[in-house]
């Protein structure tokens, strides 16, 4: 992977270790602030599902009006200030803990409107990669960025158990400040310069670039198989994060540390996978490892919910670790199917759009894997989520049937 060219790429270089750092800074917090509102403040599955579904309502909100106001406008100012208002929020658990008023309203408000900041930088990000390496470099691009923030990953959940046994979790999260500060620094370091935005037509409202982006994704076969792939993974994760914490520490018996070091498994899969990507996608194809790397991880990720205390934890391990590798080649892959094909002046609108069906599930999974929690308990829940996994690639499947690579695919074009 370093021998790549996309990788020698200074630019593309300094994109690497802003994101690198984020995601560190983000696992460390994946961990602390479940534990937080768990341990310290007794929050219950439903409490949970709050805290997490407020992280990600505000792409149901203002992902559609995001994805068009962002294809009048150079995106990196935009990431930039995403980053740094999303540090300024974190900053304020550390300090509402130490004057005592820290509670599970104060999590779900901060989580809210980090969410809103997420959602800019996530789609303006997607947009942005293709100014830095080019269309040629995408898949290189996208696999390499994905192995470099997996190390962090791989860090970070262990980082967060220790640090939230030695430190306490609330200063925990200073760590994912320091994170975004870094990011930002990092994109502000970036020489290549970005195109500027195409030209509005004359005349027309926010509203109608936003349903022209809408009417594209409806219009386009692969676009809502994929819409409706991801939405399903995205729905599954959703409601099982709602009960995994609790499920770890409730059902398992695991402390913190162990259950950084669980999650540091996935992680690992996570880098091995986005590694393997673009070998992976030679081997068995561009556009047919899309779907093929869902297919054959969902049924092993059936093992989590047979976890018991003792030795029977690693098959939680193997559950998890299986799962997260197939969700980064899945990722790497359908991100780069986008980003060649979709037309430039579209491709906010189309990540928006995308974001906005697959994150909107996100908050209705949360709330509804609390709900099952409180009444049928954790381990149904995962179960529920484990198998809306394995059926989630049944729709690419039907879109790709008989395509090898991206290569073979037609550019989409807009309607008249």
């Keep these: 992977m370093p021998g790549d060219p996309t990788f020698r790429q200074r630019d593309f270089r300094l994109l690497l270790l802003g994101q690198t750092t984020s995601q560190l800074g983000a696992q460390v917090s994946m961990v602390a602030i479940p534990l937080l509102a ?8 439903l ?10 309502i505000a792409f149901a909100l203002i992902g559609l009006p995001a994805g068009a106001w962002l294809d009048r406008c150079r995106r ?27 509670s599970i309203t104060h999590l779900v408000l901060v989580s809210l409107l980090t969410g809103a900041a997420r959602v800019f930088f996530d789609v303006g990000y997607q947009s942005y990669l293709p100014s830095v390496v080019g269309k040629g470099g995408l898949l290189a691009g996208n696999a390499a960025m994905e192995t470099i923030r997996a190390g962090g990953q791989l860090a ?12 306490g979790a609330a200063n925990v999260v200073l760590i994912q400040v320091a994170a975004f500060a870094v990011s930002a620094a990092s994109l502000l370091a970036i020489r290549t310069r970005e195109p500027a935005a195409p030209p509005r037509p004359r005349g027309e409202r926010l509203g109608t670039e936003i349903r022209r982006g809408l009417a594209f994704v409806v219009r ?28 770890m520490v409730r059902t398992l018996g695991l402390p913190p540390v162990a259950i950084g070091v669980v999650l540091a498994f996935g992680s690992t899969a996570v880098m091995i996978g986005a590694a393997l990507t673009p070998r992976l996608a030679r081997r068995f194809g561009s556009a047919r490892i899309i779907w093929l790397s869902l297919a054959v991880t969902g049924p092993v990720a059936l093992l989590g919910p047979l ?62 894997g609390g709900v099952v929690g409180e ?28 395509t090898r690579d991206i290569e073979e695919l037609p550019a989409w074009k807009e309607a008249p």
């Design 47 to 56: 409490q949970l599902g709050l805290v997490t579904a407020s992280g990600t």
């Design 38 to 45: 768990v341990v310290t403040l007794q929050a219950s599955p």
């Design 156 to 167: 970070g959940p262990g980082i967060g158990g220790w640090a939230s046994t030695l430190v």
């Design 76 to 102: 990196r100012p935009v990431l930039v200030a995403a980053d740094l208002v999303r540090a300024a929020l974190l900053a304020t658990i550390p300090v509402a803990a130490l004057l005592g008023t820290l």
């Design 307 to 368: 976890a018991e205390p003792g030795w029977g934890v690693v098959l939680l391990v193997i559950g998890t670790a299986t799962g997260e590798l197939g969700q980064i080649v899945y990722s790497v892959t359908n991100v780069t199917l986008r980003q060649r094909l979709c037309p430039g002046h579209l491709l906010n609108r189309v990540n928006a759009t995308m974001r906005f069906f697959m994150m909107g599930v996100f908050p209705i999974g949360a709330l509804l």
């Design 375 to 402: 009444t049928a308990g954790p381990r149904a829940t995962l179960w529920a989520a484990a198998v809306i996994i394995l059926l989630s690639p049944l729709p690419l499947c039907r879109a790709l049937r008989g």
């Design 220 to 247: 386009t076969r692969l676009l809502r198989a994929t819409l409706l792939t991801s939405a399903a993974c995205n729905f599954a994760f959703a409601v099982a994060s709602a009960a995994g914490f609790v499920f």
